[in-house]
């Protein structure tokens, strides 16, 4: 469902730039800023936020409305997120942040759906799949993208994003039920 601006967008005069802006962010900031999450960024904010930099000076010569928009800010942000894996391959290694030594921390209802207690929540089961397949996952289930969207991002055919998918599902049921012992 589109947000209220997104849909003042849709209904109102095409060629204004700031609406479709306005629009975009309202609608799609929380689906690129939660791809970014899924995919490890270390600071998905700062990144969410240079992504709809980017887009801003490309809105005049965008084609497609707000849907052209969220394909634009997805390659966008996929685009950003290969860049931070290889700024982090020429970076020194730091100490990690160790979240079960804070004290300020709650656990999350993913972590207790998922065997919060023994420490191992929706992030260890998803560092175990391949890439691809959290590549997929990211795309299709967390920025909520079309197969297509999805495809055009991946470098891959629309069938082979299905068959990723359906795989990546699988395994991923796979691991949720051996660590929560009902397999």
Do not use: C, W
Not at 14 to 22: I, R
Not at 86 to 99: L, N
Not at 102 to 113: L, V
Not at 114 to 123: I, M
Request: hydrophobic share 40%; no cysteine; charged share 25%.
């Amino acid at each position: 469902m589109l947000e209220p601006l997104a849909e003042e967008y849709v209904q109102a005069d095409h060629d204004d730039p700031a609406l479709l802006f306005t629009a975009a962010y309202n609608a799609f900031s929380g689906p690129v800023l939660g791809y970014l999450k899924a995919r490890g960024v270390d600071d998905p904010e700062a990144v969410t936020q240079d992504v709809f930099l980017a887009l801003f000076p490309k809105l005049d010569t965008l084609h497609g409305g707000l849907q052209g928009a969220k394909t634009l800010l997805f390659t966008i942000a996929h685009a950003r997120l290969v860049d931070h894996y290889r700024k982090r391959e020429r970076t020194p290694d730091s100490t990690p942040y160790e979240p079960d030594f804070d004290a300020r921390r709650s656990p999350s209802a993913e972590e207790q759906a998922f065997g919060g207690a023994s420490g191992l929540g929706v992030t260890a089961l998803l560092e175990d799949l391949a890439e691809d397949y959290r590549e997929v996952l990211a795309l299709r289930v967390v920025a909520d993208l079309s197969v297509e969207e999805t495809a055009d991002i991946m470098g891959k055919s629309q069938g082979a994003v299905k068959q990723l998918q359906r795989r990546a599902l699988g395994a991923l049921k796979k691991r949720a039920l051996l660590r929560n012992g009902t397999s």
